[in-house]
């Protein structure tokens, strides 16, 4: 397929305006694999988890009053710290800037970025583009964008950082297109891994507890190759029978409000090198404890952060949770996810730290 008909398939993707985001992926119809099949054939080796997509289902309304209560204080938080890291970019970025989303955490806040960053009168532009684990950054998506932008001027974007696996990952395939490292920006950064970070505080981002409601309706990023030939960009399904359900253009609309006064108010981030050294040590101490309390062979099983601790409760068949405290408001989604679903949890806020919460999926091969 040419760059011309990449173009057109990426502009029809998604449910955000235009001009907030270009998703270079390739949308596919594609049989759904159930959670328990999925999750045995991951880890007996059998497949690997970008090959497969199981359904996802609309969020209850109980569920969405939580969300309703998170965005309370995580909407002007995460307005205010969009604010602070576009002038950080800015500031830092001499080139036309690229911002370059991570598919799916990422993309909210890259276009927060993206209004942000043209609102102080810079050249950028925005893609969503796929990066799977132990597989690499999708390659036709970064020719597609080298073709018309500067290496120099790239930002990746993610929501957040769990054990930084997504960050490895960036590194190795970067490798292809500069001899610079990457810079990833992410709202938290727990594991102390990003270039530049709004905090390395585990906090409850508002996007992070809902998956492609708030995403676009796209589903996580597919790479299976009955789907996904030579000279296509990875792959995904478009979940528009949830677009009742959807509030992805409403969300930044609405975070927005606190993004775009905060620009003339607020100064840039900076992410020091000692405390992302510190978060760094006390994440890798806390993966290893749960590591070593469980016996854990495969540390993919271990979910920290509270995003990645919500998002595996909700995808996959979790066996355990730790966490900081049942009654932090901070986790209420989380805990009502646990209940819920009669998942056990272990209060253990010094071991977890700097993160408030992990999951631990079930063994199952």
């Known amino acids: 397929m040419d760059s011309i008909n990449h173009s057109i398939t990426a502009a029809a993707l998604g449910s955000y305006a235009r001009d907030d985001v270009t998703f270079l992926l390739k949308r596919v119809e594609m049989e759904s694999t159930d959670v328990a099949t999925k999750e045995e054939a991951i880890q007996s080796g059998r497949r690997h988890y970008s090959e497969m997509i199981s359904i996802e289902k ?22 205010v710290e969009t604010a602070r890291l576009s002038h950080a970019i800015a ?39 796929s990066i799977i684990r132990d597989k690499g950054i999708d390659d036709e998506a970064m020719r597609h964008i080298l073709a018309r932008r500067s290496v120099e001027g790239i930002v990746f974007v993610d929501g957040w950082t769990g054990k930084g696996a997504i960050m490895g990952q960036l590194e190795k395939s970067f490798k292809a297109y500069s001899d610079l490292p990457p810079r990833l920006v992410v709202l938290a ?53 949830l677009a009742e359900h959807d509030i992805s253009r409403s969300f930044v609309d609405e975070v927005w409000k606190y993004a775009a006064p905060a620009l003339a108010t607020e ?87 700097p993160y408030r919460a992990v999951t631990l999926i079930q063994k199952l091969s």
């Open 91 to 129: 500031a830092s970025v001499e080139h036309p800037i690229t911002l370059v989303s991570l598919v799916r955490a990422g993309v909210p806040l890259g276009v927060l970025l993206n209004r942000a960053i043209a609102s102080l009168g810079r050249d950028v532009e925005h893609y969503g583009v």
């Open 267 to 353: 100064n840039p981030s900076v992410w020091h090198v000692e405390t992302r050294l510190a978060h760094r040590e006390a994440a890798d101490a806390a993966v290893a404890w749960v590591v070593g309390e469980n016996a854990v062979t495969n540390v993919n099983r271990v979910k920290p952060g509270i995003a990645e601790a919500t998002r595996a409760i909700l995808r996959r068949i979790p066996e355990l949770v730790y966490v900081s405290s049942p009654a932090d408001p901070e986790l209420a989604a989380l805990m009502h996810l646990i209940e819920d679903r009669g998942v056990p949890y272990v209060v253990s806020p010094e071991k977890i730290a």
């Open 189 to 241: 950064d727990p594991c102390g891994r990003a270039w530049l970070a709004a905090s390395g505080e585990d906090w409850l981002i508002p996007s992070g507890i809902l998956g492609c409601t708030v995403s676009g309706l796209i589903s996580r990023s597919i790479l299976n190759a009955d789907v996904v030939g030579p000279g296509d960009f990875h792959a995904c399904v478009q979940w528009d029978n």
């Open 58 to 79: 609309a969020p209850t309304a109980e569920y969405m009053d939580l969300f309703a209560r998170a965005m309370e204080t995580g909407g002007p938080r995460m307005g």
